[in-house]
């Protein structure tokens, strides 16, 4: 199908979008939201503050592109593009896609992208992350929630100091999770960890 709406934060030089204190940006309906798209650019999104939301549309591709008048989700190219790093903060809302849980990915993480979900932050939609790009639960550390299916592979760190919330990492999927890769896990936090204590780093509903 035809594009409908395009939008790239770091097309070909450097840009960035801040959604802040509150704020509301909403892509169109079956568009695209692009971050750091052309090799050699420089794209980086923040959403932040309480009731924050950026909603990039039908897909966003963080470090990747698409060809021109396609949505065509075989067709990305995901590898050697931009720098991209998309950070969800506390109380704020990262959306894309029609649908959550529904087979279809709405948010891909390219070679270079970094997607951050801090503690309390929360992205709705099916997330793709096995291109090789990098994403981080929490802000050292954190609770993170995704609504929506969760496609990974590659490395994942989890952080833990404490065994109360926000003191160790923990992501919430609420549909689907496939994981495929290394997960580490990093005591250096640690700020009074018993032997025996246990810890839910990963829940998903399938």
Excluded at 21 to 31: L, M, Q, S, V
Excluded at 149 to 177: C, K, N, P, Q, V
Excluded at 196 to 201: A, C, E, I, S, Y
Aim: no cysteine; net charge negative.
């Amino acid at each position: 199908s035809d594009i409908v709406g395009y939008m790239a934060v770091g097309q070909a030089g450097e840009g960035a979008l801040n959604v802040a204190a509150g704020g509301r940006f909403t892509g169109d309906e079956y568009g695209i939201m692009g971050v750091g798209v052309e090799k050699g650019s420089v794209g980086t999104v923040q959403v932040s503050g309480d009731g924050s939301v950026l909603d990039a549309g039908g897909l966003l591709l963080i470090s990747g592109s698409i060809p021109a008048g396609t949505v065509d989700r075989d067709a990305l190219d995901l590898v050697g593009r931009g720098t991209a790093s998309v950070t969800v903060g506390a109380g704020a809302t990262l959306r894309a896609g029609e649908a959550q849980g529904d087979g279809i990915d709405d948010i891909f993480i390219g070679e270079n992208g970094t997607l951050r979900i801090e503690d309390g932050g929360t992205v709705e939609g099916d997330v793709n992350n096995t291109a090789g790009g990098t994403y981080i639960t929490g802000n050292s550390p954190g609770w993170a929630e995704i609504v929506g299916d969760f496609d990974w592979s590659g490395e994942l760190a989890m952080e833990f100091a404490g065994d109360d919330r926000g003191e160790h990492d923990r992501l919430d999927i609420t549909g689907e999770a496939v994981l495929a890769g290394i997960v580490t896990l990093d005591f250096s936090l640690d700020e009074g960890l018993e032997s025996g204590d246990r810890f839910t780093v990963i829940e998903a509903d399938e």
